[in-house]
C-alpha cells in the first residue's frame, strides 16, 4: 500500500498552471529557472567524476521517476516504482541520493536569494513593477495619498525603532562551513549577470563556481556534535558582522538621502530605527548548559568582536582624516585629553603608555596639527585597550593593568563624545560632505550596535524563581514562598520591595537550581543594561511572577536595583493570553511597581506574546485569535493606567509558531498595538533568509521599516462586531477539535512518535537546549521538535488541525460562507491567516505522509487514525480554497508557488529515502541508543543518512521548526 487516491480537487489544489498577473519589462522566470539548472547540472557533472557509473545511473533513475511523479499529478505508480527503487537501496546509496538532492534545494534557495536581489536592482532601475510593494517610495506615495505629509512621515520614521533579537533555538539544520560556500556561489552568480563581463571574467568566475560546487559538495554535511551556548552566540555575532553591520547605515544613508532630496532634513544622528538583541548565552528556559559563567563570557565575547570591528573603523578614518584645521571645541577637546594623558604619565610612570606599535597607521607619530587624527589616535588608545581586556578574561588570564591615559571603554556614551564633536567639527567648518562619509556611519553604528553588538537577553522559566524564593524563605525561617497563595505572595514581595532591608542573606547556602537563579542575578547586576536587554519570564502566568523578578534583581544587587533590567513577562499558553489583563491590572495597581515603572522606564511596559506554545496548546487559529485579543484588551488596559505599551513577538520561522512574511505578519496586528516600536525574534533558517547575503540585508530592513510605519499611520480596518462573534465561534469549535485529538486521542502519541522522526530529531545536532523541558508527554515537548516532526512527514498537522471542523461549521450557518469571504477580503489580520496556512498546505502531500504510516506504524488502529487525519488535511485544503476564492492554493502568490513547484521532484526522494532509513534505524537501536549485537560503524552510516534527510527536508521545505 502507497497511499490513498488523491481526490481530483486535491490534485487541482496542488497542481496546474497559473498565469502571469502582471507582465514585466524584463523576463526574470528565465534567468532564475537558467542559474538553478546550471548550479544542479554543474553539481551533478562533477559528482560524475567521483562516483562510480553504477551509482550515477542509479541518481538519474530516481530523478527520472521524481520528475514523473510529480508532474503527473500525483500518480499511483510513478509513486509506488520511485518507493520500491528507494527501499532497495544500501545505506551509501540512500545517502547519496539525500545529499544530492538536499545539496539541489540549497542552490535553489541560494538562486532564489540572488534573483530578490537581481529584481530588487531592475525595480530600482525602473525595469520592473512586479514587485511586493514595501519599498520605501512606494510606502511614502501610499501614506502620502491618505493625506500625510512628508514631515508627518519623517518623524515617524526618526522615532521608531525596530528590535530584532536572534535567539538559539535551533532550527538552522545547515552547516555554517556549508553556509558559507553558498554565500561564495551566490556572490559567484551575482557577478556572473554582470552584462560587462569580459570572457575572462566569465572563464574565471565559472572555474570559481566549480570549485565552490565541488568543495560544497566534500564537505560533511553532518554536524559531529552538539554546539555550546557559545558557539551560538559566535554565530550570531558572524550573522550581523557580515551583513548588518554593513547593510544599517547603508539603509539609513538611503533614507536620508530620499528625504533631502525631497527638501528634509535627514535622520538624526541618534535614532535607532534599528538595534539587535540575543538569547544566545541568556536564555536559560529549559537549557541547563547555560550558566552564569556562560553568560558572563558570551558578553565578553560580544565586547572583543565589537571593539575588533570598531578599531577597524577607526584605523580607517585615521587615516582618511588628515585635515589639518578644527573648530575650537575639538581642540579645546583634544587639549583636555593631552593634559589628562600627561598626568597620567606622571602619576603612573611604570605604565607604557606608548602602544602604538601594534597599529597599522600611525604607529610611531600621529601629527600634531592634525586635530581629527590626534583625536582618533586617542580613540584608537582606548579601543583597543578595551579590545585587550576582553581578550585577558575570555583567556582567563588576569586583565592588563588599568591605564588612565587610556582606560577601557565602559559605556556608548564615552565612545560618542569625541565622534560628536569632531562631527560638529566638520559640519562647522563647511566639511559637510566630509562628516556624511564613514565618521556619520560610524556614529551610527555606536547608538545601534553599542559596545557589544548586541544587547543579551536574560531568560528564565517562572517556576525557576518561586523555587529559588522558596529556598530563602525557608532558610530565613518565614515559612514556604511556594505553598502562599497569590494574595499573600503579592503582599510578601511588595512589602519587600517597598522596604530597605534585605532578605537574602549574604551568606546563604542555596545549591542546585536556587543557586543558579541567585547567581544569575548577581551577574545581571554586574553587567548591567550597557550589556543586557531584558529580563524575560517565560510561562509566566501570575502577578507575582513579575514581583518575584523585581525582588531578586534588587535583592543580588549592588546597587538596590538601581540598574535593574526591565522584566518582560512571556505570554506564551492560551490560559495566559486570556488572563493578560488580570496580570497587567494587578501590577499596574500595585503602587511599588507602578512608581517603579515610571521611574526607571518612562511608564513604559514591554510584554512578550508566544506564538509556539499557544499553537501547541490550542491549535493555529484559537492562537491566532487569543494572541489577537490579548493584544487588544492588553493596549486598553494600559492606556487606562497612563502606560505605554510595547509588545514583543516570540515568532518562529514556520506558520506554525507564528512564522511568515514580515511585512504581513506586522500589518496584520490589532490597531495601537505598534506604537512605533516593534520587537521580534528571528532564529535559525530565518536569520539566513533575512541576513544571509548582504543585499538580503538591506531588503530585510526596508521591510520592517516600512511595515512599521505603515501599521502606525494607516488608518485601521474597523472589526465588525459580526466577524468577532464568527471567529469566536470557529475558534472554540477549532480549539475543541485539535485538543479532543492531540489531547484526548489516546491513538495519538503513540502515532506522533511512530509515524515522525520526533525522537530520531535530537540526533541532527543543531541547538544546545534539550527537546523538552522535563520528561512527558507532548505536552512537554518543546514547540520546535512539535513542528519540525509533522513537517519533515509533509502532513503539517500544527498549522490546520481543527480549522477544517471551525470552517465547516462557519459555513453551515446561514450566510456564512458570504461572510468568511467577506471577512477575507477586508479584514487584513484574517486574510494573512489565511495566506500564511495556504502557504503550508501547498507543502503537504497525503501520498508522503501515508508512507511513512505504511512502513512505519504496525497497528492497523493506529493506521485507521493516520487515514482520519489525511482525510482531515484533504477536507481543509477545500474549506480554505472556498474562503480564498482560489481554484488552486497560492493563486495568488506565484512566488511562493514557483518555489514550491521547483523543489517537489526533489522533496519526494527525501521523504522516501528518509522513511526507509527511519525503518532500519529503529530496527537496529532502541530508545536513540545502538544495540549491542549491532555493528557501531555501520549504525554510525545509517545516523548520517538519517540526519542528511532531515536536513535535506528543511532546506527544501525552507523551514524547520
Given at each position: 500500500?502507497?497511499g490513498?487516491?488523491?481526490?481530483?480537487?486535491l490534485?487541482?489544489?496542488?497542481k496546474?498552471?497559473n498565469?502571469?498577473?502582471?507582465?514585466?519589462?524584463v523576463?526574470f522566470?528565465s534567468?532564475l529557472q537558467?542559474?538553478?539548472?546550471h548550479?544542479?547540472?554543474?553539481?551533478?557533472?562533477?559528482?560524475?567524476?567521483?562516483?562510480?557509473?553504477a551509482?550515477?545511473?542509479l541518481?538519474?533513475?530516481?530523478?527520472?521517476?521524481?520528475?514523473i511523479?510529480?508532474?503527473?499529478?500525483k500518480d499511483?505508480?510513478?509513486?509506488?516504482?520511485?518507493?520500491s527503487?528507494i527501499?532497495?537501496?544500501?545505506?551509501d546509496?540512500?545517502?547519496?541520493?539525500?545529499?544530492l538532492f538536499?545539496?539541489?534545494?540549497?542552490?535553489?534557495?541560494?538562486a532564489?536569494h540572488v534573483?530578490?536581489?537581481r529584481?530588487?536592482?531592475?525595480?530600482?532601475?525602473?525595469e520592473?513593477s512586479?514587485?511586493?510593494?514595501?519599498s520605501?517610495e512606494?510606502?511614502?506615495?501610499e501614506l502620502?495619498?491618505?493625506?500625510f505629509?512628508?514631515?508627518?512621515?519623517?518623524?515617524?520614521?526618526?522615532?521608531q525603532?525596530?528590535?530584532?533579537?536572534?535567539?538559539?533555538?535551533?532550527?538552522?539544520?545547515?552547516?555554517?562551513?556549508?553556509?558559507?560556500?553558498?554565500?561564495?556561489?551566490?556572490?559567484i552568480i551575482?557577478a556572473?549577470?554582470?552584462?560587462?563581463l569580459?570572457?575572462?571574467q566569465?572563464?574565471?568566475?565559472?572555474?570559481?563556481?566549480?570549485?565552490?560546487l565541488?568543495c560544497?559538495?566534500?564537505?560533511?554535511e553532518?554536524r559531529?556534535?552538539?554546539p555550546k551556548?557559545?558557539?551560538?552566540?559566535?554565530?550570531?555575532?558572524?550573522v550581523?558582522?557580515?551583513?548588518?553591520?554593513?547593510?544599517?547605515?547603508?539603509?539609513?544613508s538611503?533614507?536620508?538621502?530620499?528625504?533631502?532630496?525631497?527638501?528634509?532634513?535627514?535622520?538624526?544622528?541618534?535614532?535607532?530605527?534599528f538595534?539587535f538583541?540575543?538569547?544566545?548565552?541568556?536564555?536559560?528556559?529549559?537549557n541547563?548548559?547555560?550558566?552564569?559563567?556562560?553568560?558572563?563570557?558570551?558578553v565578553?565575547?560580544?565586547?572583543?568582536?565589537?571593539?575588533?570591528?570598531y578599531?577597524?573603523?577607526?584605523?580607517s578614518l585615521?587615516?582618511?582624516?588628515?585635515?589639518?584645521y578644527?573648530?575650537?571645541?575639538l581642540?579645546?577637546?583634544?587639549k583636555?585629553i593631552?593634559?589628562?594623558?600627561?598626568?597620567?604619565?606622571?602619576?603612573?610612570?611604570?605604565l607604557?603608555?606608548?602602544?602604538?606599535?601594534?597599529y597599522?597607521e600611525?604607529?610611531?607619530?600621529?601629527?600634531?596639527?592634525?586635530p581629527?587624527r590626534?583625536?582618533?589616535?586617542?580613540?584608537?588608545?582606548?579601543?583597543?585597550?578595551?579590545?585587550?581586556?576582553?581578550?585577558?578574561?575570555?583567556?582567563?588570564?588576569?586583565?592588563?593593568q588599568?591605564?588612565?591615559?587610556?582606560?577601557?571603554?565602559t559605556t556608548?556614551?564615552?565612545l560618542?563624545e569625541?565622534?560628536?564633536?569632531?562631527?560638529?567639527?566638520?559640519?562647522?567648518?563647511?566639511?559637510?560632505?566630509?562628516?556624511?562619509?564613514?565618521?556619520k556611519?560610524l556614529?551610527r553604528?555606536v547608538?545601534?550596535?553599542?559596545?557589544?553588538?548586541?544587547k543579551?537577553?536574560?531568560?528564565?522559566?517562572a517556576?525557576?524563581?518561586?523555587?529559588?524564593?522558596?529556598?530563602?524563605?525557608r532558610?530565613?525561617?518565614i515559612?514556604?514562598?511556594?505553598?502562599m497563595?497569590?494574595?499573600?505572595?503579592?503582599?510578601?514581595?511588595?512589602?519587600?520591595?517597598?522596604?530597605k532591608?534585605?532578605?537574602?542573606?549574604?551568606a546563604?547556602?542555596a545549591?542546585?537550581?536556587a543557586?543558579?537563579?541567585?547567581?544569575?542575578?548577581?551577574?545581571v547586576?554586574?553587567?548591567?543594561?550597557?550589556?543586557?536587554?531584558?529580563?524575560?519570564i517565560?510561562m509566566c502566568?501570575?502577578?507575582?511572577d513579575?514581583?518575584?523578578?523585581?525582588?531578586l534583581?534588587?535583592?543580588?544587587s549592588?546597587?538596590?536595583?538601581?540598574t535593574s533590567?526591565?522584566?518582560?513577562p512571556?505570554?506564551?499558553?492560551?490560559?495566559?493570553?486570556q488572563d493578560s489583563?488580570?496580570?497587567l491590572?494587578?501590577l499596574?495597581?500595585?503602587?511599588?511597581?507602578?512608581k517603579?515603572?515610571?521611574?526607571?522606564?518612562?511608564?513604559?511596559?514591554?510584554?512578550m506574546?508566544g506564538?509556539?506554545?499557544?499553537?501547541?496548546d490550542g491549535?493555529?487559529?484559537?492562537?491566532?485569535?487569543?494572541?489577537y485579543?490579548?493584544?487588544e484588551?492588553?493596549?486598553?488596559?494600559?492606556?487606562?493606567?497612563?502606560?505605554?505599551?510595547?509588545?514583543?513577538?516570540?515568532?518562529?520561522?514556520?506558520v506554525g509558531r507564528?512564522?511568515?512574511?514580515?511585512?504581513?505578519?506586522?500589518l496584520?496586528q490589532?490597531?495601537g498595538?505598534?506604537?512605533?516600536?516593534?520587537?521580534?525574534?528571528?532564529?535559525?533558517?530565518?536569520?539566513e533568509?533575512?541576513?544571509?547575503?548582504?543585499?538580503?540585508?538591506?531588503?530585510?530592513?526596508?521591510?520592517?521599516?516600512?511595515?512599521?510605519?505603515?501599521?502606525?499611520l494607516?488608518?485601521?480596518v474597523?472589526v465588525k462586531?459580526?466577524?468577532?462573534e464568527?471567529?469566536?465561534?470557529?475558534?472554540?469549535?477549532?480549539?475543541?477539535?485539535?485538543?479532543e485529538?492531540?489531547?484526548?486521542?489516546?491513538?495519538?502519541v503513540?502515532y506522533?512518535?511512530?509515524?515522525t522522526?520526533?525522537q530520531?530529531?535530537?540526533?541532527l545536532n543543531i541547538?544546545?537546549?534539550?527537546?523538552?523541558?522535563?520528561?512527558?508527554?507532548?505536552?512537554?515537548?518543546?514547540?520546535?521538535?512539535?513542528?519540525?516532526?509533522?513537517?519533515?512527514?509533509?502532513?503539517h498537522l500544527?498549522v490546520?488541525?481543527?480549522?477544517?471542523?471551525?470552517l465547516?461549521?462557519?459555513?453551515?450557518?446561514a450566510?456564512?460562507k458570504?461572510?468568511?469571504?467577506?471577512?477575507?477580503?477586508?479584514w487584513?489580520?484574517?486574510?494573512?491567516?489565511?495566506?500564511l496556512?495556504?502557504?503550508?498546505?501547498?507543502?503537504?502531500?497525503p501520498h508522503?505522509?501515508?508512507?511513512?504510516?505504511?512502513?512505519?506504524?504496525?497497528?492497523?488502529?493506529?493506521?485507521q487514525?493516520?487515514?482520519?487525519?489525511?482525510?482531515?488535511?484533504v477536507?481543509?485544503?477545500?474549506?480554505?480554497?472556498?474562503?480564498?476564492?482560489?481554484?488552486r492554493?497560492?493563486?495568488k502568490?506565484r512566488?511562493?508557488?514557483?518555489?514550491?513547484?521547483?523543489?517537489?521532484?526533489?522533496?519526494?526522494?527525501?521523504?522516501?529515502?528518509?522513511v526507509?532509513?527511519?525503518?532500519?534505524?529503529?530496527?537496529?537501536s532502541?530508545k536513540?541508543?545502538?544495540?549491542?549485537?549491532?555493528?557501531?560503524?555501520?549504525?554510525?552510516?545509517l545516523?548520517?543518512?538519517?540526519?542528511?534527510?532531515?536536513?535535506?527536508?528543511s532546506s527544501?521545505?525552507?523551514n524547520?521548526?
Amino acid at each position: 500500500m502507497v497511499g490513498p487516491p488523491v481526490p481530483s480537487m486535491l490534485r487541482s489544489a496542488m497542481k496546474g498552471v497559473n498565469p502571469l498577473l502582471k507582465s514585466d519589462s524584463v523576463d526574470f522566470i528565465s534567468p532564475l529557472q537558467a542559474d538553478v539548472s546550471h548550479l544542479c547540472d554543474t553539481l551533478f557533472s562533477l559528482i560524475e567524476k567521483s562516483c562510480p557509473p553504477a551509482t550515477i545511473a542509479l541518481l538519474g533513475n530516481v530523478k527520472t521517476l521524481a520528475k514523473i511523479y510529480d508532474v503527473s499529478s500525483k500518480d499511483e505508480k510513478a509513486f509506488a516504482n520511485l518507493a520500491s527503487l528507494i527501499e532497495s537501496l544500501s545505506v551509501d546509496q540512500l545517502t547519496i541520493v539525500g545529499s544530492l538532492f538536499s545539496n539541489m534545494c540549497n542552490l535553489a534557495n541560494l538562486a532564489e536569494h540572488v534573483h530578490r536581489i537581481r529584481r530588487r536592482k531592475a525595480f530600482d532601475r525602473g525595469e520592473s513593477s512586479f514587485l511586493s510593494r514595501h519599498s520605501l517610495e512606494d510606502i511614502v506615495e501610499e501614506l502620502q495619498r491618505n493625506g500625510f505629509s512628508l514631515h508627518q512621515i519623517r518623524d515617524q520614521i526618526c522615532s521608531q525603532t525596530v528590535e530584532m533579537v536572534l535567539t538559539a533555538h535551533p532550527t538552522q539544520a545547515v552547516r555554517r562551513s556549508i553556509l558559507a560556500k553558498l554565500h561564495d556561489i551566490a556572490k559567484i552568480i551575482e557577478a556572473s549577470h554582470d552584462a560587462y563581463l569580459t570572457p575572462e571574467q566569465s572563464r574565471i568566475n565559472e572555474e570559481l563556481l566549480r570549485a565552490n560546487l565541488l568543495c560544497l559538495w566534500r564537505t560533511d554535511e553532518v554536524r559531529r556534535s552538539k554546539p555550546k551556548p557559545e558557539d551560538e552566540a559566535r554565530n550570531i555575532l558572524h550573522v550581523i558582522e557580515e551583513t548588518a553591520w554593513h547593510a544599517t547605515p547603508i539603509y539609513i544613508s538611503r533614507m536620508d538621502h530620499f528625504f533631502v532630496k525631497n527638501g528634509l532634513k535627514p535622520i538624526p544622528l541618534h535614532a535607532t530605527p534599528f538595534v539587535f538583541g540575543s538569547w544566545a548565552g541568556g536564555d536559560r528556559d529549559g537549557n541547563p548548559f547555560v550558566t552564569p559563567d556562560v553568560t558572563v563570557e558570551v558578553v565578553n565575547i560580544s565586547r572583543y568582536r565589537a571593539a575588533c570591528l570598531y578599531l577597524a573603523e577607526i584605523e580607517s578614518l585615521l587615516f582618511d582624516l588628515s585635515i589639518h584645521y578644527g573648530s575650537d571645541e575639538l581642540l579645546d577637546y583634544n587639549k583636555k585629553i593631552a593634559e589628562q594623558t600627561n598626568q597620567a604619565a606622571k602619576s603612573r610612570p611604570d605604565l607604557n603608555v606608548t602602544t602604538k606599535i601594534k597599529y597599522k597607521e600611525f604607529w610611531n607619530y600621529v601629527p600634531p596639527k592634525e586635530p581629527f587624527r590626534v583625536c582618533f589616535s586617542y580613540i584608537r588608545d582606548r579601543m583597543t585597550a578595551t579590545r585587550d581586556h576582553c581578550e585577558a578574561l575570555l583567556s582567563n588570564m588576569p586583565p592588563p593593568q588599568s591605564n588612565p591615559a587610556a582606560p577601557i571603554y565602559t559605556t556608548k556614551d564615552e565612545l560618542l563624545e569625541p565622534l560628536n564633536i569632531m562631527y560638529r567639527s566638520l559640519v562647522d567648518t563647511g566639511d559637510e560632505i566630509i562628516a556624511n562619509g564613514k565618521l556619520k556611519d560610524l556614529i551610527r553604528r555606536v547608538h545601534i550596535f553599542g559596545l557589544t553588538i548586541v544587547k543579551l537577553d536574560i531568560r528564565q522559566e517562572a517556576e525557576e524563581h518561586t523555587n529559588a524564593l522558596d529556598f530563602i524563605t525557608r532558610y530565613i525561617g518565614i515559612g514556604s514562598y511556594a505553598e502562599m497563595n497569590e494574595d499573600q505572595r503579592i503582599k510578601f514581595l511588595t512589602e519587600n520591595l517597598e522596604g530597605k532591608r534585605p532578605l537574602i542573606p549574604r551568606a546563604h547556602t542555596a545549591t542546585g537550581k536556587a543557586k543558579n537563579v541567585l547567581d544569575t542575578f548577581e551577574v545581571v547586576s554586574d553587567l548591567g543594561p550597557e550589556a543586557l536587554g531584558a529580563y524575560i519570564i517565560s510561562m509566566c502566568m501570575k502577578p507575582s511572577d513579575v514581583l518575584a523578578v523585581e525582588v531578586l534583581q534588587r535583592e543580588c544587587s549592588s546597587n538596590c536595583g538601581e540598574t535593574s533590567l526591565r522584566v518582560v513577562p512571556l505570554l506564551e499558553t492560551i490560559n495566559a493570553l486570556q488572563d493578560s489583563t488580570m496580570v497587567l491590572g494587578t501590577l499596574f495597581e500595585n503602587k511599588w511597581y507602578r512608581k517603579h515603572l515610571e521611574r526607571r522606564f518612562d511608564s513604559v511596559q514591554e510584554v512578550m506574546v508566544g506564538y509556539s506554545d499557544s499553537g501547541k496548546d490550542g491549535g493555529r487559529l484559537t492562537s491566532a485569535w487569543e494572541l489577537y485579543k490579548a493584544q487588544e484588551h492588553m493596549v486598553e488596559c494600559a492606556a487606562k493606567h497612563g502606560v505605554t505599551l510595547r509588545f514583543f513577538h516570540g515568532r518562529g520561522g514556520t506558520v506554525g509558531r507564528g512564522g511568515g512574511p514580515q511585512h504581513l505578519a506586522i500589518l496584520s496586528q490589532p490597531p495601537g498595538t505598534v506604537n512605533q516600536y516593534l520587537r521580534v525574534t528571528i532564529q535559525g533558517e530565518v536569520m539566513e533568509q533575512d541576513f544571509g547575503l548582504p543585499n538580503l540585508a538591506l531588503r530585510t530592513l526596508e521591510t520592517y521599516t516600512t511595515a512599521v510605519l505603515k501599521a502606525d499611520l494607516t488608518e485601521p480596518v474597523v472589526v465588525k462586531p459580526e466577524y468577532r462573534e464568527l471567529l469566536d465561534k470557529l475558534s472554540h469549535v477549532s480549539c475543541t477539535k485539535y485538543r479532543e485529538i492531540v489531547h484526548g486521542d489516546p491513538r495519538f502519541v503513540q502515532y506522533f512518535r511512530s509515524s515522525t522522526p520526533e525522537q530520531e530529531l535530537g540526533l541532527l545536532n543543531i541547538g544546545s537546549r534539550p527537546q523538552k523541558r522535563k520528561e512527558g508527554g507532548v505536552e512537554t515537548l518543546r514547540a520546535i521538535p512539535w513542528v519540525f516532526a509533522w513537517t519533515q512527514t509533509r502532513l503539517h498537522l500544527p498549522v490546520w488541525l481543527g480549522l477544517g471542523s471551525a470552517l465547516q461549521t462557519g459555513m453551515n450557518e446561514a450566510g456564512g460562507k458570504q461572510l468568511l469571504r467577506e471577512m477575507y477580503e477586508k479584514w487584513p489580520f484574517f486574510r494573512s491567516f489565511f495566506d500564511l496556512i495556504e502557504m503550508v498546505l501547498a507543502k503537504a502531500d497525503p501520498h508522503i505522509s501515508s508512507r511513512y504510516e505504511d512502513v512505519l506504524v504496525e497497528e492497523e488502529e493506529q493506521k485507521q487514525f493516520g487515514s482520519m487525519l489525511r482525510d482531515l488535511l484533504v477536507e481543509t485544503i477545500d474549506l480554505v480554497l472556498q474562503v480564498s476564492g482560489e481554484q488552486r492554493l497560492l493563486d495568488k502568490d506565484r512566488v511562493q508557488q514557483r518555489a514550491i513547484e521547483t523543489r517537489l521532484e526533489w522533496l519526494t526522494p527525501m521523504n522516501l529515502a528518509q522513511v526507509e532509513l527511519l525503518k532500519r534505524w529503529r530496527s537496529v537501536s532502541v530508545k536513540g541508543v545502538v544495540k549491542p549485537e549491532v555493528d557501531q560503524l555501520k549504525a554510525n552510516e545509517l545516523v548520517d543518512a538519517l540526519v542528511i534527510s532531515m536536513k535535506g527536508l528543511s532546506s527544501a521545505l525552507q523551514n524547520t521548526g
